[in-house]
């Protein structure tokens, strides 16, 4: 079993920056992948951001250009830097992690609110 715990949500004004963690423990294996997705209220799950073992990264549109997906391959973190941050970006941020094969594993989700 994979256990994943998110942090670093909270109210941010906009224009401003939060950076999320999220840590990863229990039977890991060899992961494939770690991701972040967001749920804003009424809305579908989204992807934004995705880094590979490799260090390989993928960004949403929208996260272009202001987020940044960074890993500790060491500690089993990933994290997500976002900059800019817009009232559009309210949502529940959610992190994954995908091994080579089985089942994807996500977090609780940590809230992020974009509010002056």
């Known amino acids: 079993q994979v256990q994943l715990v998110e942090s670093g949500g909270g109210l941010v004004q906009p224009g401003g920056s939060l950076r999320l963690s999220c840590s990863a423990s229990g039977s890991i294996g060899s992961i494939f992948s770690m991701a972040w997705h967001r749920q804003a209220p009424g809305k579908q799950r989204e992807f934004v951001a995705v880094?590979?073992?490799?260090?390989?990264?993928t960004y949403s549109d929208s996260a272009k250009g202001r987020f940044t997906i960074s890993r500790d391959n060491a500690k089993n973190t990933v994290s997500l830097q976002m900059n800019s941050l817009k009232p559009e970006d309210t949502a529940v941020y959610y992190c994954?992690?995908?091994?080579?094969?089985?089942?994807?594993?996500w977090g609780q989700g940590t809230q992020v609110t974009v509010s002056s």
């Open positions: 994954n992690l995908a091994r080579a094969s089985g089942p994807i594993y």
């Open positions: 880094i590979t073992s490799s260090g390989i990264t």
